[in-house]
């Protein structure tokens, strides 16, 4: 069984302030993580992935995550927040064991104040 | 190379109807999955194709149901519908099967069930 639980329905931040989504996730078997982002009105698009190599993933517009098996944790992260960061993010745990099947976040909506 | 396309965009039908859905994966891509998106559930995931055949199955009735083509290609759907299939739906492809393939989102069909 997996499970993931974004711990922040919305998070507010100003333009040029960091930015920290955090995603605590379960899983019976070693997983996959990702963060996607889906802008309003748009499908989903990948930000960055976790596959078991290194524990520090770098993905598109700045943002990177950390996986941190003591703590189960999959938090984004992003330095300086831009405008266009604005929109809701969702975390997602994949069993490698199994095919394909993906159980998503509840989504974190982030604001961006200019 | 295009990306997931959907159709249609937007559909609007009456309870008891049925629909069909299409979604077209990036060329080379034999895992087609589909989601269900709603304000007060989420993202839910409906089903996994690959190679013709399902391979994962969510928490969904019997009325939603899919199939793939030889060419990939996908339907879903829905039978006798009902208020509460008002949403999102989306569709997802990868590379292959397997929790580690990253998914690539179509934008989606809006149904809208009246």
């Known amino acids: 069984a997996q499970s993931v639980t974004q711990l922040d329905s919305h998070v507010s931040v100003s333009e040029g302030t960091p930015v920290l989504l955090r995603c605590n996730y379960s899983s019976s078997y070693s997983p996959s993580l990702f963060w996607y982002v889906q802008h309003p009105n748009k499908g989903l698009q990948l930000l960055l992935k976790?596959?078991?190599?290194?524990?520090l993933v770098k993905g598109i517009n700045g943002f990177e995550a950390e996986f941190k098996k003591s703590e189960t944790s999959f938090h984004l992260t992003k330095p300086s927040a831009h405008m266009s960061d604005a929109a809701e993010y969702f975390c997602v745990v994949s069993d490698n064991t199994n095919a394909g099947k993906s159980t998503f976040g509840d989504g974190t909506t982030l604001t961006v104040k200019p | 190379k295009a990306g997931v396309t959907q159709t249609p965009r937007y559909l609007i039908k009456t309870r008891g109807q049925q629909v069909t859905l299409s979604c077209s994966p990036i060329?080379?891509?034999?895992?087609v999955s589909w989601y269900q998106q709603t304000p007060g559930q989420g993202l839910q995931f409906l089903f996994e194709y690959f190679s013709e055949t399902q391979r994962n199955k969510g928490n969904f009735p019997g009325r939603f149901s899919g199939r793939q083509f030889s060419n990939s290609r996908s339907e879903m759907n829905v039978s006798t519908l009902e208020l509460g299939d008002s949403a999102l739906y989306l569709c997802a492809s990868s590379l292959n099967t397997g929790g580690a393939y990253e998914q690539y989102f179509g934008p989606g069909t809006r149904l809208t069930v009246t």
């Open positions: 976790y596959t078991s190599a290194a524990t």
């Open positions: 060329s080379g891509h034999r895992s």
